[in-house]
């Protein structure tokens, strides 16, 4: 059980993690159609950032575990 819950986090922070790259180029280029408003792309990236965060933190307690 505990592989599988390694593995369903690890999938969860890698999508989240694209998430993150994709807003941050998308907060730096202004936003898929150009538009001048960067702070919804800033927030949706600390958003991203903390699941990873959040989801590296919970596979570390889970396999420090025995």
């Known amino acids: ?5 390694t593995i369903a986090l690890s999938l969860v922070a890698i999508v989240a993690s694209l998430v993150l790259v994709l807003s941050a180029v998308c907060a ?3 936003g898929l159609l150009g538009s001048s408003d960067r702070s ?10 903390a699941i990873v965060v959040a989801a590296m933190t919970a596979i570390s307690r889970l396999n420090r575990r025995s």
């Open 1 to 5: 059980m505990k592989t599988l819950a």
């Open 40 to 49: 919804s792309w800033v927030f949706c990236a600390i958003i991203a950032f």
């Open 28 to 30: 730096f280029n202004g």
